[in-house]
């Protein structure tokens, strides 16, 4: 799973104006990439050029995604399963 653009363009859009649950979801997702060992940050001492180490995406709106399972380590699950019924579940098929 790696950097999908259009999923971080309608992230930026929801991150512009998010419903109280979207914020919810993504201030419990960042808590969760703050303790992540993949975080990195583009400038040092600088939270908001952190990038996800496995994907490439920016933290601070891939956690406004709207897909169910985005994180690439799994790390989001057990937050997400509060929120499943308003997220869309990403393919994990197996080719």
């Known amino acids: ?10 992230a930026w859009i929801t991150a512009a104006n998010p419903t109280e649950m979207e914020a ?5 997702r960042l808590s969760i990439c703050l303790k992540c060992d993949f975080r990195k940050e583009v ?3 600088k939270q908001w050029s952190a990038v996800c180490g496995k994907c490439g995406c920016p933290i601070q709106k891939k956690i406004f ?4 399972g985005s ?10 399963k509060k929120y499943i019924k308003n997220l869309v579940v990403k393919d994990k098929s197996i080719i």
């Open 24 to 28: 919810k979801l993504a201030k419990e």
């Open 71 to 80: 994180c690439p380590m799994n790390k989001w699950e057990e937050v997400e």
């Open 65 to 68: 995604t709207n897909q169910y």
């Open 43 to 45: 400038i040092h001492n």
């Open 1 to 10: 799973m790696g950097f999908n653009p259009l999923e971080i363009i309608n």
